[in-house]
């Protein structure tokens, strides 16, 4: 769902240049333009995904009741539309900002050795640091945080910056080879359930009083509920371990072979991972769509992950072929830049617009209105915060969230 800064890997870095491989392509301030265009669509591109969960019956504990966020079929235009749309987004672009979480720590790692700074030395705190905001994050906010697993991870992660390439590539290939084992034996066993006979007098699985409380029930209530089931609701970081030290592994890697330069190198990298990721990705999500809900893992967690590798060669291209920047360049730029403080605001956002305790237009319009009013939702938070980061970043060179991690860290 991630996702750098020096202070914490989902927001931008303070010199994308400190890594060799990171000269080629780079922006004013030293920055590589094209990983602020990655970050800021990975942000945008994770409510693809958690904007179902927001404006579904029972929100955040409808994933693991009803069975995963699913797609509605084929059987209609609205049905149609709504399967598209999550396929495009489920599980790839949370895949894609993992993978830019580990550019970042990548980045962080070898400015520190460029300075004769320590490893992990401070980075032990801003991890720590992250894992609270995460907490926060998830206790007040939303369920389904990338944070948490990202902070843990990269402590991992950051020690392993410290071994040779040898061992990296060994802890890396282990991690996606448990990963897929792990995957594979909870697909086997979804398969093979005995259908329970969900009751008709839930919404789509999902209890109806879970339904209730995010209809019409209380703020501290919700935030109780989070708590109350807080082992459950953080399985998703436990269970997808192996693909994130993978993923952030990965970043390490593609950064070091120069990947985001604007060079020949760096378009050739792209130009194969566009080739085997979309072709290789695409098919076994089709596969897995075919399959249905017990499927989900497979789709989420091993399809997804190839077609993010894809769509960041995609990206990649399409931004070769930009001479000058428009309004979409910039804003997308713009959001990665202000990362951590988009990835929060966007959630924040589509709390106050679904549920009882706002606006409660998933009430209101979910029947009457289902799926367009959720695009639309999609779009309208993804305008605001293109248009919010923009106007931010003429007066303050981080965003807010940014700016109180680097006060909070150097006291």
Same mark, same amino acid.
């Given at each position: 769902?991630?996702?750098?800064?020096?202070?914490?890997? =989902?927001?931008?870095?303070?010199?994308?240049?400190?890594?060799?491989?990171?000269?080629?392509?780079?922006?004013?301030?030293?920055r590589?333009?094209?990983?602020?265009?990655?970050?800021?669509?990975?942000?945008?591109?994770?409510?693809?995904?958690?904007?179902?969960?927001?404006? +579904? /019956?029972?929100?955040? !504990?409808?994933?693991?009741?009803?069975g995963?966020?699913?797609?509605?079929?084929?059987?209609?235009?609205?049905?149609?539309?709504?399967?598209?749309?999550r396929?495009?987004?489920? +599980?790839?672009?949370?895949?894609?900002?993992?993978?830019?979480?580990?550019v970042?720590?990548?980045i962080?790692?070898?400015?520190?050795?460029?300075?004769?700074?320590?490893?992990?030395?401070?980075?032990r705190?801003?991890?720590?640091?992250?894992?609270?905001?995460?907490?926060?994050?998830?206790?007040?906010?939303?369920?389904?945080?990338?944070?948490? +697993?990202?902070?843990?991870?990269?402590?991992?992660v950051?020690?392993?910056?410290?071994?040779?390439?040898?061992?990296?590539?060994?802890?890396?290939?282990?991690?996606? +080879?448990?990963?897929? $084992?792990?995957?594979?034996?909870?697909?086997?066993?979804?398969?093979?359930?005995?259908?329970?006979?969900?009751?008709?007098? $839930?919404?789509?699985?999902?209890?109806?009083?879970v339904?209730?409380?995010?209809a019409?029930g209380?703020?501290?209530?919700?935030?109780?509920?989070?708590?109350?089931?807080?082992?459950? =609701?953080?399985?998703? /970081?436990v269970?997808?371990?192996?693909?994130?030290?993978?993923?952030?592994?990965l970043?390490?890697?593609?950064l070091r072979?120069?990947?985001?330069?604007?060079?020949?190198?760096?378009r050739r990298?792209?130009?194969?991972?566009? $080739?085997?990721?979309?072709?290789?990705?695409?098919?076994?999500?089709a596969?897995?769509?075919?399959?249905?809900?017990s499927?989900?893992?497979?789709?989420?967690?091993?399809?997804?992950?190839?077609?993010?590798? %894809?769509?960041?060669?995609?990206?990649?291209?399409?931004?070769?072929?930009?001479?000058?920047?428009?309004?979409?360049?910039? %804003?997308? $730029?713009n959001?990665?830049?202000?990362?951590?403080?988009?990835?929060?605001?966007q959630?924040v956002?589509?709390? =106050?617009?679904?549920?009882g305790?706002?606006?409660?237009?998933?009430?209101?319009?979910?029947?009457?209105?289902?799926?367009?009013?959720?695009?639309g939702?999609?779009?309208?938070?993804?305008l605001?915060?293109?248009?919010?980061?923009?106007? !931010?970043?003429?007066?303050?060179?981080?965003? /807010?969230?940014?700016?109180?991690?680097?006060?909070?860290?150097?006291?």
């Amino acid at each position: 769902m991630t996702e750098t800064s020096r202070s914490a890997p =989902l927001a931008t870095p303070a010199s994308d240049s400190d890594t060799p491989a990171a000269h080629a392509g780079t922006a004013a301030g030293g920055r590589l333009a094209l990983l602020d265009v990655l970050r800021g669509a990975a942000i945008l591109g994770t409510l693809m995904t958690n904007v179902w969960i927001f404006t +579904g /019956p029972g929100s955040e !504990w409808a994933v693991l009741q009803s069975g995963g966020t699913g797609h509605a079929g084929f059987g209609s235009l609205p049905a149609a539309a709504e399967s598209v749309f999550r396929l495009l987004a489920d +599980g790839k672009f949370l895949s894609m900002l993992t993978i830019l979480f580990g550019v970042g720590l990548a980045i962080q790692y070898d400015s520190a050795a460029r300075r004769g700074q320590p490893w992990p030395g401070r980075y032990r705190w801003r991890a720590l640091f992250l894992f609270a905001e995460g907490t926060l994050h998830f206790v007040l906010v939303f369920a389904w945080d990338v944070l948490m +697993g990202y902070a843990v991870t990269a402590l991992l992660v950051a020690h392993l910056l410290t071994r040779s390439e040898r061992a990296r590539r060994r802890v890396m290939w282990w991690a996606a +080879g448990l990963h897929l $084992t792990l995957m594979g034996l909870l697909t086997a066993a979804l398969a093979g359930a005995p259908d329970d006979g969900t009751d008709e007098a $839930t919404a789509g699985g999902v209890s109806q009083q879970v339904v209730d409380l995010y209809a019409e029930g209380g703020y501290l209530e919700q935030v109780s509920f989070r708590l109350e089931n807080m082992i459950a =609701l953080r399985l998703e /970081p436990v269970l997808s371990f192996g693909l994130l030290v993978f993923l952030f592994l990965l970043g390490v890697r593609l950064l070091r072979a120069g990947a985001f330069g604007s060079d020949d190198t760096g378009r050739r990298i792209r130009a194969r991972m566009l $080739t085997w990721g979309l072709g290789l990705g695409i098919p076994l999500t089709a596969l897995t769509a075919v399959g249905g809900e017990s499927f989900f893992l497979m789709s989420r967690y091993c399809a997804a992950p190839l077609v993010a590798i %894809g769509y960041i060669g995609l990206i990649g291209a399409l931004m070769d072929r930009v001479r000058r920047p428009g309004l979409l360049t910039v %804003g997308l $730029t713009n959001v990665g830049r202000t990362a951590l403080s988009g990835y929060v605001l966007q959630n924040v956002l589509c709390v =106050l617009a679904s549920y009882g305790i706002g606006l409660g237009l998933a009430t209101r319009l979910g029947d009457t209105a289902h799926p367009w009013w959720v695009m639309g939702l999609w779009a309208a938070v993804c305008l605001v915060l293109m248009a919010g980061s923009t106007l !931010w970043l003429r007066r303050f060179s981080t965003g /807010p969230l940014e700016s109180v991690q680097k006060w909070a860290l150097r006291r």
